[in-house]
């Protein structure tokens, strides 16, 4: 099709791929500079505070501290961010603190571990504040205000109120009406590589040199100039490879002045590197958001109008907030044809980290709520939800009620080729239950102009000596492939190979201003100042040659990167010769938007070149026995104008689209007080490779006369359907509307049950009674008194940076390392957990013991009675034996549930049973009842506890999450300890007192698991649910079955993750072997696990889970 | 007492803490910075390296533990101009997009394929599970690991 075309339509590779690929790429991470230091930042333990001071002298005589700095040692300056209006956050805390993990403090030290240990030494004196941490308490008159000047009414940062007449109107001539309510929690980037900087700042010239991975660096010299108050030109932004951004990196991040001051400070190169839990905490994630959408239907379903409400949690502080209201605004009324439309957006603080950016900028969710409404009015309509979209979509030449003129639009034909390909005609009709198929549709602004400066883009090519070129441009490439781009749009424009080519980014000493990469404007922006400055440099090529042979520079030809004139043979140069002739040269030109920006108050405009459009349809199915939601096939359909690199666009979507997985099934963050409990890699659900559909991309290629060789912009577009057209395919297959994203499994498994929920018999459990009134007075007088109690009183964790470590040579030297007086010892087998849980601080120690490699403990044996795994023996090694396969084939196959290869690898059978428990709370550092004492609260009580236990909780209501436990558990394992008197022995039955708390003594060593074999046929089976593929445990069931021919003799079951401990279901076991196996024996056995269960607010869940999975694993452990 | 290693074929000899985690023995001391940090946690597989032939998690090997043992990172395999045919792939087939999770994902791959040249789709994914990638999807890797296998690539 492209023929016509040298680059533009080719797959062309990324230009960084083979030193990315090579391990030789340079990120900010990978960065050193003589005489550096490291920085480390000291962030706020409290939501809202008043810092009544600092005091640094402690951690300034720290050994390797060159300096330490806190707020009101900074220019007394804040980031303009989203323009003057908004300016509400310094460089540092200066006199107050909004959220937990807001920076305080700051050291430069020689080393990293240096500077994390002076952080210690830091005294901050605080003055706690009543917090907010939820939109609608904010807008409360009594709510705590988290800023105190303001215009608007208590919290709102910003309002954004339109009605662009005929709402009212709409709405009274409608014969239908639709009105509903959605809502979403904060998305966050998850960049793989967390934000960071090295500043280097030169005291003889004043020159601030800064590496950081950005999406903008045109942003990060505005903003630190400003705060540090430098003259702009003395701030230089260098290029760097960027591992990723997906808006986690536009703006400033603040590292950037913290490492920037400590470097003006101490006059030498500063580097900060964020860890994974920082990132978290202080970087800033996507917005929360609760929208009310109207819509107002005319009998034929024609849409008369839209009204729409919606709430944004902005956190403490104003950064993105009031691009995202634009953004959200400007998505409300845009897709498919509207007649009238209006809105009414509140921007509101609360206490919590700052919104930030994240692909799709709130679109994909708007989108969700707009097109769950599109198929409730198919569905009232009884039209058919495909043929609706079609005969609703815009349409070119369209005007919509927000301004926009439609283009180039392709909206009905995306439609109907992602109908096609999905097959929705022949499936339509003949859909298997639990199966469904959803489809949504996207519009988006190519390229819009939101901010005052993203009108216009520059770029620069440089003739070098060897005939190359480099192009130069501010925008920053993440890893779109935008840089491969940019080059091929030089290279089409100048008749070039695209590999003579080389592009350079970022660097605003050498390249021309850009406001960088955002809103996926660069193919479009950028690419367009692109061909822009080659067809300049072809006239650059004409003009300087034009004197040299002295003739019309305009009959002078360039093409195959030859310059000539006529067919003259002497006056015929390469690009290697003109630059022998006349030297290196540079070439600048400018791009701009020429269109007026829209109305700033209510976004009313045609405020984009054009807009971009697209379908995606998604079949799938969920498993009605545990909410488990399979996404077979993803189609998607696009609009894109041209497709200038197919296998940087095909990337672009299929990222776009696993990320829109992710947000509609399970991403979150979940906030305790403000603070994100699942700030680790493992609890925050991204999507990983076992959750990657078949992704079916189709172009539709409209050639827009505004885009660079007709091409629309791309970046966000394929996320933006996405959220959308899996819950439309949930409601088929389900039957329910969720209006609640991410749709959680469990909230599937509620919502859809066909079966009346357990009988739960709670009084089954004498204890639950204490228990249930304990709960019962939680919310009004035990939760607060014990979070004072246990403030004043209760352990606080401590986080250890440091420990020795050491490797006894045996079993006897590593027990009398335990024995030792003088040391607080621990023993480490893989040391997955127990390392990072010494950073989490749930683990005290200042000594490890390293066991893996002894002897003693390792290897596997098989006794004619019994199976002995030694105790150090790793995961990975138990699952690759065929021979314990063939006897406990549960084993082998359960263990290979555990976690990821990797940690397989080197975790151990005993270090799995031994591991702390998982519970949220706990591991993000809450002064709970476990880890602060008698005096502190259980934070599941009232907290987010949809993972916690529904059986047997006490005060502590964790559950017990390693696998590892119910195996062994209903395998009759006994547990071989070692200690300084001999050994010892502990059925599995026994081993646990609580979840994460064992019957082994500080001082003893597991030695081996020791596993009875009967030599009569077995039947086994494990069964689990987790969030993702690795993931610990919701609810798990290991079955282990005797027969006795075909007879069963004895049962043995053993449910995981629902108790603090391993739970055997002595009940069940009976009922099968008094009631038989039938289906419905089956069933009803299942049923009695969950008597005695006591679930909390959120995890009532798991008991139906529980039952299902205990009816399942027992029918699939059944012999043939 | 120091630690006795081999990373990429050559015997080292280390005074540095045991304790530390060995990815940063690798990109510090042996400034070998292909191995990248995305958590440290053993959370998303950044850092993995091949030790003994096996895929670990290097951010969460102490360095003591690696006495006596063979390191390979991805500095082993190609350097920029001369690519692994690996990695050649990797990068025509646009498998990777910001490239920080690529060199563990790599060296995941090399773990697999040296123990089973012939993974069947499940295989693959089992094996990478433990590699966050964000960016990519994974759709394009998943094709790209499909030709490496036809082709036999691992084992030019
Ligand atoms: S850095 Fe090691 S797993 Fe993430
Ligand atoms: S390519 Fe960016 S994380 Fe994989």
């Known amino acids: 099709m492209n023929a016509e075309f040298r680059t533009i339509g080719k797959p062309r590779p990324q230009l960084e791929g083979p030193a990315k690929v090579s391990g030789r790429a340079q990120y900010t991470h990978d960065l050193t500079l003589p005489n550096m230091l490291h920085g480390a930042i000291l962030r706020s333990p409290h939501p809202h505070a008043r810092i009544r001071s600092v005091d640094l002298s402690r951690a300034r005589a720290m050994p390797g501290v060159v300096a330490a700095v806190c707020g009101t040692d900074f220019p007394d300056l804040k980031y303009v961010n989203a323009g003057p209006a908004f300016a509400d956050r310094f460089a540092m805390a200066r006199d107050k603190v909004r959220f937990t993990g807001e920076e305080v403090a700051a050291v430069a030290a020689q080393t990293p571990v240096q500077a994390q240990v002076a952080l210690a030494a830091i005294t901050v004196d605080y003055e706690i504040l009543p917090a907010v941490y939820d939109v609608e308490t904010a807008l409360t008159p009594d709510a705590p205000a988290i800023h105190e000047k303001s215009d608007l009414p208590r919290n709102v940062a910003q309002e954004s109120i339109a009605d662009f007449d005929g709402v009212e109107q709409a709405f009274g001539d409608a014969a239908h009406i639709f009105d509903a309510t959605f809502e979403h929690g904060i998305v966050a980037p998850i960049c793989l590589e967390t934000n960071g900087v090295l500043a280097d700042y030169d005291t003889e010239t004043g020159d601030l040199t800064l590496w950081a991975p950005s999406q903008a660096p045109f942003f990060v010299r505005k903003e630190i100039a400003h705060v540090m108050d430098l003259p702009l030109e003395k701030v230089h932004a260098k290029s760097v490879v960027i591992g990723g951004g997906f808006g986690g990196k536009s703006q400033s991040p603040e590292p950037i002045a913290i490492a920037a001051f400590l470097s003006i400070t101490t006059g030498r190169p500063v580097k900060i590197l964020l860890n994974r839990q920082e990132e978290f905490l202080s970087g800033k994630s996507d917005h929360a958001k609760k929208m009310r959408v109207r819509s107002a239907v005319a009998a034929d379903g024609t849409i008369l109008g839209r009204h729409t409400e919606f709430w944004v949690d902005n956190g403490a502080y104003t950064h993105m907030g009031p691009a995202y209201i634009s953004a959200v605004r400007q998505r409300t009324c845009n897709l498919y044809r509207v007649g009238a439309a209006g809105f009414d957006g509140k921007l509101v603080h609360t206490n919590k980290v700052s919104g930030g950016s994240y692909r799709g900028m709130g679109s994909p969710q708007i989108i969700w709520a707009i097109e769950t409404q599109i198929d409730e009015i198919a569905e009232r309509l009884g039209k058919d939800k495909l043929e609706y979209r079609i005969e609703i979509a815009n349409r070119p030449g369209d005007r919509t009620p927000q301004g926009w003129e439609i283009g180039t639009c392709a909206l009905a034909e995306c439609l109907e080729e992602a109908g096609r390909r999905i097959g929705w005609a022949e499936k339509k009709d003949a859909m298997p239950p639990n199966r469904g198929i959803g489809f949504a549709a996207m519009i988006n602004p190519s390229v819009g102009v939101l901010y005052a400066e993203g009108n216009f883009a520059c770029v620069s090519i440089d003739l070098l000596e060897d005939g190359r070129l480099k192009v130069g441009t501010q925008s920053a490439d993440c890893g779109t492939s935008q840089n491969t781009v940019m080059g091929q749009f030089v290279a089409e424009e100048l008749g070039l190979d695209a590999d003579v080519i080389d592009v350079l980014h970022m660097d605003t000493d050498e390249t021309p201003p850009d406001l960088g990469s955002a809103a996926s404007r660069v193919t479009f922006v950028s690419g367009n100042a692109a061909i822009k400055t080659a067809k300049s440099f072809r006239a650059e090529i004409a003009s300087r040659l034009a004197s040299h042979w002295d003739v019309p520079a305009d009959e002078i030809d360039f093409t195959d990167g030859i310059a000539s004139y006529k067919d003259d043979n002497a006056r015929r140069l390469t690009l290697a010769e003109i630059a022998a002739l006349e030297g290196p040269f540079r070439v600048e030109d400018r791009y701009d938007i020429d269109i007026p920006r829209p109305d700033p108050k209510t976004g009313y405009g045609h405020y984009a070149a054009t807009y971009g459009f697209g379908a995606q349809a998604v079949e799938l199915e969920v498993d009605p026995a545990t909410g488990q939601v399979t996404v077979h096939k993803i189609v998607v359909v696009q609009d894109i104008g041209r497709v200038i690199n197919p296998l940087a666009l095909e990337g672009q979507m299929q990222g776009g689209i696993v990320q829109g997985i992710g947000m509609a099934l399970r991403e979150e963050l979940v906030f305790n007080d403000g603070v994100p409990v699942n700030a680790s890699l493992i609890t925050y659900k991204a999507p990983r490779i076992q959750d990657t559909p078949e992704i079916d991309i189709a172009f539709i290629e409209t050639d827009d006369p505004t885009g660079p060789y007709g091409a629309k912009a791309g970046g966000e577009h394929s996320i933006n359907p996405t959220p959308a057209a899996i819950a439309n395919a949930l409601a088929q297959a389900t039957g329910t509307r969720f209006r609640k994203l991410p749709i959680k499994a469990s909230d599937i498994l509620q919502a859809t049950a066909v079966k009346p929920s357990p009988d739960l018999k709670p009084w089954k459990r004498p204890y639950n009674l204490e228990v249930a009134s304990a709960r019962a007075l939680y919310p009004a007088i035990l939760y607060p008194g014990l979070r004072k109690l246990g403030g004043k009183l209760g352990r606080k964790p401590a986080a250890k940076t440091e420990y020795d470590y050491i490797r006894p040579k045996n079993l006897q030297e590593a027990l009398r390392a335990l024995a030792a007086q003088d040391r607080k010892a621990k023993v480490m087998a893989g040391g997955t957990d127990l390392q990072v849980g010494l950073r989490q601080g749930v683990y005290d120690a200042d000594t490890l013991v390293d066991i893996a490699d002894l002897e003693e403990l390792r290897g596997i044996a098989i006794a004619a009675d019994k199976v002995i795994v030694g105790a150090a023996t790793t995961i990975a090694e138990i699952t690759e034996r065929d021979d314990i396969r063939a006897i406990h084939p549960m084993l082998t196959e359960g263990l290979s549930r555990i976690a990821t290869a990797q940690i397989r690898n080197v975790a151990t059978i005993a270090g799995d049973l031994s591991q702390e428990k998982r519970c949220w709370f706990f591991r993000s550092g809450a002064q709970c009842y476990k880890a602060g004492g008698m005096t502190c609260p259980c934070y599941a009580v009232l907290g987010d506890n949809r993972h916690h236990s529904i059986l047997g909780a006490g005060r502590c209501a964790a559950p017990c999450v390693a696998d590892a436990a119910p195996i062994l558990t209903a395998l009759d394992a006994v547990v071989v300890v070692a200690g300084a008197g001999g050994e010892r022995r502990i059925p599995m039955q026994d081993f646990y007192i609580w979840s994460g708390k064992t019957r082994v003594a500080e001082n003893e060593i597991i030695r081996a698991i020791e596993i009875p074999r009967d030599h009569v046929p077995v039947s086994q089976r494990f069964e689990k649910v987790a969030g993702w593929d690795g993931d610990f445990a919701d609810a798990s069931v290991a079955v282990n079955l005797s027969w006795d021919g075909p007879k069963l003799a004895a049962a043995r079951i053993s449910l995981g993750a629902v108790a603090p401990l391993p739970v055997r279901a002595t009940r069940t076991e009976a009922a099968l072997l008094a009631d038989g196996l039938s289906d419905t024996a089956i069933e009803a056995a299942a049923g009695l696990t969950v008597e005695g269960a006591l679930p909390l607010s959120d995890n009532a869940y798991k008991a139906r889970l529980l039952v299902n999975l205990t009816e399942r694993a027992i029918k699939n452990s059944l012999p043939e | ?156």
């Open chain 2, 1 to 156: 007492m120091p630690t006795h290693l081999e990373v990429n074929g050559q015997a080292r000899e280390t005074e540095n803490d045991p304790a530390i985690p060995l990815a940063v023995y690798l990109r510090e001391e042996l400034e070998l910075r292909g191995t990248k940090i995305g958590c440290g946690n053993g959370e998303c597989g950044a850092c993995t390296v091949v030790m003994d032939g096996r895929a670990v998690c290097s951010c969460l090997v102490p360095l003591g533990r690696t006495e006596g043992r063979r390191i390979e990172t991805i500095e082993s395999l190609g350097d920029l101009n001369n690519l692994h045919p690996i990695q050649r792939k990797l990068v025509e087939r646009g498998a990777f997009q910001c490239g920080f999770c690529t060199p563990g994902i790599v060296m995941s791959l090399i773990a697999l394929l040296r123990r089973n040249p012939r993974p069947d789709d499940a295989k693959i994914r089992t094996a990478l599970q433990g590699n966050l990638c964000r960016c990519s999807g994974y759709v394009k890797l998943l094709e790209a690991i499909g030709e490496i296998v036809r082709e036999g690539l691992h084992e030019r």
